[in-house]
């Protein structure tokens, strides 16, 4: 009982942080944010001599709901033209934790996504892109702000990292129904289901706890991607030649977005069970905080109630978290602002969002 209820309401908000595309799931390309932060171990219950700590986390979506704004486009489904994305990422994080205050991590995922439509394979018929690889390795570095021997109840975490371009951002498939006289073409697949993303990011993220009782805690994480790239060169004409339109609006080459995340909630121990109650928010915002934010991206958020239940055994842990949808907008890009100027006709594309998300995972100290 030492530590295993006392401090559990602490630690379910971080056995997983998965987003990703990462992550607002489908068209809106948040990817997967990482299968672990080292608020896994409480610093209490880390000897001066820190130790290992092993994640496994898992996780799937299908987008196949089309949205403009905040409303959603249900004659997509109906007429068969909306676009459905599978997402499944493997996340596997290795955290050094040098003492009850320090500690670091590394993440590597590993994506497999398709996409299916018709409006990329010439509207004929629906067909399938593929990709699947290495996605962007993270590094992150962690610190408890305050002393662990006088912060008892709650305390406050601060990470800061790299997202690295180790993903390929420039995968390709063929696309059908495109070239000369119906031929397939050969081109970068959507974003939504790239690999990466081309830049490397700038992690920060905060994450946060207080105990009421042994049982009954509340939690806090807010995690911000800063990309300072603004463009990875890439073609959004799919093997094609862009159009005058994409040229026009600067959509023709794919943008290297910012990612944020905030989650928030309440944990309740019930013996070796954490379950926990709590919202969280995913953003791929419409500006940058550094650079520039031009190019093809699908901005929009999507808020989500997120129900979990972790289990611990001694040194193992296996958990479960689902959230699901309440809220999505898939908000106006700044290509679209610079079509309204230029034709004075209001402009907003439209993105596929998920339902709910399925993370599944496992933590081992080592």
Request: hydrophobic residues 35%; contains cysteine; charged residues 15%.
């Amino acid at each position: 009982m030492k530590f295993t209820l006392k401090f559990l309401a602490g630690t379910a908000i971080c056995f997983f942080l998965a987003q990703t595309n990462a992550n607002a799931q489908g068209c809106v390309a948040i990817r997967s944010t990482g299968g672990l932060c080292s608020m896994a171990e409480h610093p209490d219950s880390v000897t001066s001599d820190g130790g290992w700590l092993f994640n496994s986390n898992s996780r799937y979506y299908r987008s196949y709901k089309h949205f403009v704004g905040n409303q959603e486009q249900h004659e997509r489904i109906e007429l068969g033209t909306n676009v459905i994305n599978h997402s499944y990422a493997q996340d596997l994080t290795l955290t050094r934790i040098f003492n009850n205050r320090w500690s670091f991590s590394i993440d590597v995922p590993y994506l497999v996504n398709s996409r299916s439509s018709l409006y990329e394979h010439g509207g004929k018929e629906r067909r399938l892109t593929h990709s699947n690889g290495l996605g962007d390795v993270s590094l992150r570095a962690y610190a408890w702000l305050l002393n662990p021997a006088k912060a008892k109840k709650g305390n406050i975490q601060a990470g800061l990292g790299l997202k690295l371009p180790t993903g390929s951002y420039t995968y390709t498939d063929y696309f059908y129904n495109t070239g000369a006289n119906g031929a397939k073409t050969l081109g970068p697949v959507d974003q939504s289901i790239q690999l990466g993303d081309g830049g490397t990011g700038i992690i920060t993220e905060i994450n946060t706890y207080y105990n009421f009782s042994h049982r009954f805690g509340l939690y806090g994480t807010f995690y911000y991607m800063i990309s300072p790239r603004e463009l990875n060169g890439v073609s959004s004409a799919r093997g094609g030649t862009p159009s005058a339109k994409a040229v026009a609006n600067g959509s023709d080459i794919m943008s290297v977005p910012d990612q944020m995340m905030v989650r928030m909630g309440a944990n309740y121990g019930v013996g070796k069970f954490d379950l926990s109650a709590g919202i969280r928010y995913e953003c791929l915002p419409v500006k940058d905080l550094v650079g520039g934010s031009n190019g093809f991206r699908r901005p929009g958020y999507i808020s989500s109630i997120e129900p979990g239940v972790s289990y611990r055994v001694h040194k193992f842990s296996i958990y479960t978290f689902v959230p699901v949808a309440i809220a999505r907008n898939r908000t106006q890009s700044i290509s679209d602002k610079i079509t309204t100027q230029l034709t004075g006709v209001n402009a907003h594309g439209d993105a596929a969002f998920a339902d709910y998300s399925v993370n599944l995972g496992v933590s081992f100290k080592l």
